[in-house]
T-cell receptor, first 112, second 115 residues
């Protein structure tokens, strides 16, 4: 059973657009929600993360919005660039657990 | 954050053989993790490796198929044994950050193709 559900599976936007990737979870024990960016042939790299006590976090052009009551969180990429073309994974983790539960990934393509 | 070197970066192996993947970290870490990423799919945790103890395997993964060694705080190996084409995947090692922020760093992965 997929612990973290992610959509869409793929996304194409024009340069300067604002792609939005959505994730949802059921387990209320999750207390840490990171986003990873993965380029072909590379391992995932931590992009930004949020805890459920805040509703939004910004780092540069990347913003996480978090809705605790709906158990949903999303990634927004402002002023997207062709260099942002990659696969993005949301994930979740809980206190006392070792591992991350990953979403299924979103392949983003930013067209120049 | 830690820097992870993973070898080999890719390999093509014959069915029935075994491949050992190495993971070297530039700092001492308590826990190391091994993930599998099947083509176009998400990441699934195989096992957690602590130095000086047996690895802990997730449901669906067994030690006979994926033996893991953790001889010290900077190194681990994962062996994929008696390979079949279904084992064709990217295998990634990962370490957790020192702080409780749960930050995880990943190696570049080993792309394995079994023919």
């Amino acid at each position: 059973q997929q612990q973290v559900k992610q959509s869409p599976q793929s996304l194409i936007v024009q340069k300067g657009g604002i792609p939005i990737i959505n994730c949802a979870y059921e387990n209320t024990a999750f207390d840490y929600f990171p986003w990873y960016q993965q380029f072909p042939g590379k391992g995932p790299a931590l992009l930004i993360a949020i805890r459920p006590d805040v509703s939004e976090k910004k780092e540069g052009r990347f913003t996480i919005s978090f809705n605790k009551s709906a158990k949903q969180f999303s990634l927004h990429i402002m002023d997207s660039q062709p260099g942002d073309s990659a696969t993005y994974f949301c994930a979740a983790s809980m206190r006392g657990a070792n591992n991350l539960f990953f979403g299924t990934g979103t392949r983003l393509t930013v067209i120049p | 954050s830690a820097v992870i070197s993973q070898k080999p970066s890719r390999d093509i192996c014959q069915r029935g053989t075994s491949l050992t993947i190495q993971c070297q970290v530039d700092s001492q870490v308590t826990m190391m993790f091994w993930y599998r990423q099947q083509p176009g799919q998400s990441l699934t945790l195989i096992a957690t490796a602590n130095q000086g103890s047996e690895a802990t395997y997730e449901s669906g993964f067994v030690i006979d198929k994926f033996p893991i060694s953790r001889p010290n705080l900077t190194f681990s190996t994962l062996t994929v044994s008696n390979m079949s084409p279904e084992d064709s995947s990217i295998y990634l090692c990962s370490v957790a950050a020192q702080s409780r922020s749960y930050g995880y760093t990943f190696g570049s992965g080993t792309r394995l193709t079994v023919v």
